[in-house]
């Protein structure tokens, strides 16, 4: 018996079937052990002694695979290729050696790109041994990472309040988001008009020409800068006498792209699909390890982390003999496409990511899919389809227009572009981050030199430059494979740390900067630049493919950078708190000082007039304040947009007119708030949060008297003459009678409820009983019949976050669905999927509990004897059982 080690289940299960008799297949489940998240676990002072700690989840697994290998004649480590595979392995490995395991058995690994019958076998016939050129450049990525992290994160809590951490590669991808934040900011929008003549032929087609020049010049996009020009040129215009000056046809050939790489297939998801990085990068793993089609686990698309472009011979030759069967032979081009990547430090290790089959079409597959997986898949086939096909011809037309006026000569110009053979563009074309305005693509009329033609009209239209937009995730990703930054298997885990940590949000699948990560960028930038530059952070991703190119040792690397980088942070120890904020103060001041449009002191206090605004740290973070506190008591978040909600410090709204107590806009633990006077006696004075949604900058002295008089009294129950209150609880807004609560739809109609809507509200939750009055259960959205099973399918919010339900299965819904979203047919295939996995589990159970071989009678599980008192006793409560253990890790 030989046993295989893979990381998934889902993994171990497809290849299972593959290798049959004569092979157990175990899944590690990932990663088994990590450096331990303390201090010391990378020591410098030792050579780099790196101390690895076991997951405590993985022990379980640790010792099953110990047991099997014992048994086994070979252990072949089956782990997926590329470094982190290449890491798992190693870590096994060392763990079964540490527990002394192993006696003899050969050690091979294996490695394929494609989860195939065919791609299986033939890696089990070449073998090979752990190469320990990616292992050292794990290692040494590994430690780099942690050194960065635990020494400098530390540093950044004592300068820098309210920081988290600080990390190697994503503290230069957030630079990139500040630095293009930066640029918007400081972008001075400039004025420019076009002129736009609407002309015809002597045959009546109409087409549009622009404006180029005039009296000899060229106009330039900006050259016409104002109102007064444009009307100008205009008028001369309507006067003129049009002529066709020079037509002009060129050919064009527009070529395919290649199949995706890691990067490419995340920018592209997020363009037409709308993915998240990390969330395509859990389809593609799915689509890879393996689904069931026809009763067969297959995986339907090679390796989906890599860098390389290209594709295997067999696969190239299926793909033209796909192209010639559907779309003939004038779409396969005489000779097979070759691609080479353009990607700075690309190792180009793997194939391009591809359907395994190309003979299993999207049409083909999509039942056996969930609809995610379905849109994925497609896309890698078309995109893979596409990239072996003809050129597209294109012919582009340019017409010059003379414009005669008295003496003087306008220039005119029209363009566009004609299909005369669609090539792979009959299958697929790739998206854009940015939607242009594409002049070549409209259709010019046949018109020849020396035609007279007619005016329509004579548009003159006022334009502003536009600052560089926004990153979305897919253009982030593009730059950083760009500057070498990042490598196919990290981009994914850098965009989601950055989310997780609130450095950076996510708006209309825009990345904007929050304060306290534009705040970490300054403090890095001005005392730690060079480890944010991107020419540092590529050249260490050389050196590290070095690494793996066993052309220089890892911890050579390690020395060069500790002993630069531990000297930097010995440099700021003695830095005092108020010279960080001098220096962040400077850095940050065109985000937080940007110019008024009175042309007035941007940092002039708007309360007292006198004092000037700084940029002020709290134990809550950073905001800006008065220098003339405490006499003067002003301050602000960073930024309207920014997440300064919970940094507001202190902010006076004006005094009630009941009482004359001061009203205040505050920040604590849970957000901000309003509060009445300071309290008197020991008492705590009267506070009322903000509503879900409310922006600090919004609340004024009305407002925040409106919120401290709640809960109010809307009026008396006609029933029982109780008092009905409306009021903001813990879970919204609400009116309350006696113990019966009812919910608002908005915090607005706290303030403007009447009685008899109350009234019905209330009656309307008694109706529904007191499991709903308890609980708040959401009756869900209908989507329909389930199509083959019958009964409804409905969608809910539930306490542990949106599901599906049908007949008693409830399905969590992915993070990318809400129960507004979601259709039936995504639902019935989440539903389907659950069924079947609780199905599975029983039988698993059955299974186990089988007759031994011999036939042998099995003890009765419910005896009714009095238990032995030498029997070996339950786990007690909060133990985990062996057994139960054994199904989750299953």
């Given at each position: ?409 306008l220039d005119l110009r029209a363009t566009g572009t004609v299909i005369k053979f669609d090539g792979f563009l009959t299958l697929y074309q790739e998206g854009r981050d940015e939607d242009l305005e594409d002049e070549d693509s409209r259709r010019l009329p046949e018109m020849s030199t020396g035609e007279r ?438």
């Open positions: 018996m030989d046993l295989v080690l893979v990381e998934s289940p889902a993994k171990a299960k497809t290849i299972n079937k593959y290798l049959g008799r004569g092979y157990e297949v175990l899944a590690s489940f990932g990663h088994v052990r990590d450096l331990p998240a303390k201090s010391g676990s990378v020591d410098p002072d030792h050579n780099f002694r790196m101390l690895w700690e076991v997951d405590p989840k993985a022990q379980k697994r640790l010792n099953d695979i110990a047991r099997a290998v014992k048994g086994a004649d070979r252990l072949i480590l089956a782990t997926d290729p590329d470094r982190e595979g290449e890491a798992i392995s190693w870590h096994v490995l060392q763990v079964l050696k540490d527990k002394k395991a192993l006696n003899g058995q050969a050690i091979q690994r294996v490695v394929f790109n494609a989860i195939t019958k065919q791609a299986v076998t033939d890696a089990m016939k070449h073998p090979r041994g752990i190469d320990q050129s990616l292992v050292d450049a794990y290692l040494a990525r590994r430690a780099l990472d942690y050194l960065v992290g635990f020494t400098l994160s530390p540093v950044l809590w004592r300068k820098l309040p309210g920081a988290r951490s600080a990390g190697r590669v994503q503290s230069v991808a957030l630079r990139l988001v500040c630095d293009r934040e930066l640029e918007i900011e400081k972008f001075v929008r400039q004025e420019y008009w076009t002129i736009v003549a609407t002309l015809a032929t002597p045959r009546r087609e109409t087409f549009e020409a622009r404006l180029v020049g005039a009296d000899g010049k060229k106009l330039q996009r900006l050259d016409i800068g104002s109102g007064a020009e444009a009307e100008a040129f205009k008028r001369a215009l309507e006067s003129a006498a049009f002529t066709v000056a020079a037509v002009e046809a060129k050919p064009l050939k527009r070529h395919p792209q290649p199949p995706f790489t890691t990067s490419t297939l995340q920018q592209e998801a997020s363009r037409k699909l709308g993915f998240a990085p990390a969330h395509t990068m859990r389809v593609a793993q799915r689509l890879y390890e393996g689904i069931d089609i026809g009763g067969e686990s297959v995986g339907l698309i090679t390796y989906m982390r890599t860098d390389g472009v290209q594709i295997a011979d067999e696969a190239v030759a299926a793909t033209r003999r796909l192209i010639e069967s559907d779309y003939g032979a004038r779409y396969v081009p005489n000779a097979p496409r070759r691609y080479e990547t353009k990607a700075k430090n690309a190792q180009e290790a793997h194939e391009a990511i591809r359907p395994t089959d190309l003979s299993r079409r999207p049409r083909d597959v999509k039942r056996h899919l969930d609809a995610d997986q379905a849109k994925l898949y497609e896309l890698i086939w078309l995109r893979t389809v596409a990239s072996q096909m003809e050129s597209a011809e294109l012919e582009r037309t340019t017409a010059d227009i003379a414009a005669k006026v008295a003496d003087r000569l033609l007619t005016k329509r009209s004579i548009a003159a239209d006022q334009h502003f430059t536009e600052p560089p937009p926004r990153y979305s995730e897919a253009s982030l990703v593009k730059r950083l494979e760009e500057l070498g930054i990042g490598r196919p298997s990290t981009y994914a885990s850098i965009l989601q740390l950055l989310k997780d940590r609130k450095y950076v949000r996510l708006d209309k699948r825009r990345l904007y900067p929050e304060d306290r990560g534009r705040i970490v960028v300054a403090f890095l930038e001005s005392f730690f630049a060079k480890y944010v530059e991107y020419d540092f952070t590529a050249g260490l991703e050389e050196q590290l493919d070095l690494i793996s190119n066993n052309e220089i040792p890892w911890r050579e690397v390690l020395r060069d950078f500790w002993r630069d980088f531990i000297g930097a942070v010995d440099d700021i120890k003695d830095l005092k708190i108020s010279e960080v904020i001098d220096a962040l103060d400077v850095l940050l001041a065109p985000h937080l000082f940007p110019p008024r449009a009175d042309g007035g002191d941007p940092r002039q206090c708007p309360n007292c007039s006198g004092g000037r605004l700084t940029l002020k740290l709290s134990k809550y973070g950073a905001f800006i304040g008065c220098s003339n506190y405490p006499e003067c008591r002003y301050t602000r978040p960073l930024s309207a947009t920014g997440d300064g909600a919970a940094e507001i410090g202190t902010k006076v709204l004006g005094s009630d007119p009941e009482s004359g107590l001061e009203v205040t806009l505050r920040s604590g633990r849970f957000g901000p708030y309003v509060q009445l006077g300071e309290g008197v006696d020991g008492e705590k004075p009267k506070r009322a949060g903000l509503p879900k949604g409310t922006s600090p900058e919004d609340v004024d002295l009305k407002k925040a008297l409106a919120l401290l008089s709640l809960p109010r009294e809307v009026g008396h129950h006609p029933e029982d003459g109780e008092p009905i209150r409306a009021g903001l609880g813990r879970f919204g807004p609400y009116v309350q009678h006696g113990k019966t609560y009812a919910n608002l739809e908005s915090a607005d109609e706290v303030f403007t409820i009447g009685l008899n809507r109350a009234v019905t509200l209330l009656a309307e939750k008694v109706a529904r009983g007191p499991r709903f009055r308890r609980f708040g259960a959401d009756p869900g959205r209908s989507l329909g019949e389930h199509p083959t099973k019958g009964g409804p399918i409905v969608a809910k919010s539930g306490r542990y976050g949106p599901y599906v339900s049908h007949a008693g299965v409830n399905a969590t819904l992915p993070s990318d669905k809400t129960p507004e979203t979601v259709t039936l047919d995504e639902a019935v295939a989440l539903i389907d999927a659950r069924a079947e996995r609780g199905a599975a589990a029983p039988r698993e159970r059955r299974r186990k509990s089988a007759r031994p071989a011999n036939g042998a009678a099995r003890p009765s599980t419910r005896s009714t004897a009095k238990p032995n008192a030498n029997a070996p006793k339950r786990p007690a409560a909060g133990k985990k059982s062996t057994r139960r253990t054994t199904q989750a890790a299953e």
